[in-house]
């Protein structure tokens, strides 16, 4: 009996060891969806999350707050990606003639996202979007559209065209911040495909990355630097072989593993 005992225990130790060992941290990633039907998610995502030794995981929008805390509850991690527009009624203003196309089910699927991760305390990485979108999520607001609402000379092009992993302006990092230890620079060159920009920060956030011009480029949670975002693409980059941003998916995919 005794024997037995022991070897049940035996096992129970070998099968939780194995099975921590065995698990590779979830990395869950917002979709969008398409006149055609379909739910997706830019391959680049997919395979930046894949290089960084994560699982990436598409999240499809549903109105369902139980699925969604279900979704969340599977992951690791999140990525909250690239898209449309956000509904300006979300920071309490009327559409101005150059917002372009929202996707409103699409916010508050994102937005129910933000919330329960938020209470999981899993690791959040907005990108473009998904930075605006963390941003108007705790309170801030958004530049509908940067050309016609910032009027100076100093204004940079957002919205390049150039290759899309090739960096077209500078961003300055915060000393200390997340993405300048991550990263190991303070002047990095990113790429830039947006009209809209954070305007004013949610005050539970901290801006870390800003182009010439004063742009808001990223962010983090104060005193969490689990949850940060960035206005640029770097998984654009990461996907296309080069190693400049890879470290921001690791980073990510660490923290995710921590949070297992
Ligand atoms: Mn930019």
Known sequence: MKRLFFTLITCCILITVNGQRAKLPVIGISATDN???????RATYINSVLRAGGVPVVLPITDN?????????????????GGEDIE??????????KLETI?????????????YATERQIPIFG????????????GGTLYQDLATQVKS?????????APIWHGTHQVALEENSVLSKVLGKTVIMANSYHHQAVKDVAPDFVITGRTSDGVVEAMEMKGN????SVQFHPENATSHGLDDF???FVYLVELAIENQ
């Open 35 to 41: 006149s055609e039907g379909f739910s997706q998610v």
């Open 65 to 81: 707050p139980e699925v969604i805390k279900t979704m969340i509850a599977s992951i690791d991690a999140l990525i909250l990606t």
């Open 88 to 97: 300006p009624i979300r920071y309490s203003e009327e559409p101005l003639p």
């Open 103 to 115: 996707h409103p089910e699409r916010d508050e699927f994102d937005i129910l996202l933000i919330k």
């Open 127 to 138: 990108i473009c979007r998904g930075h605006q979108l963390l941003n108007v999520a705790f």
């Open 153 to 161: 000379e100093k204004l940079l092009k957002h919205r390049q065209q």
């Open 225 to 228: 630097p689990k949850v940060f």
């Open 246 to 248: 890879l470290s921001i």
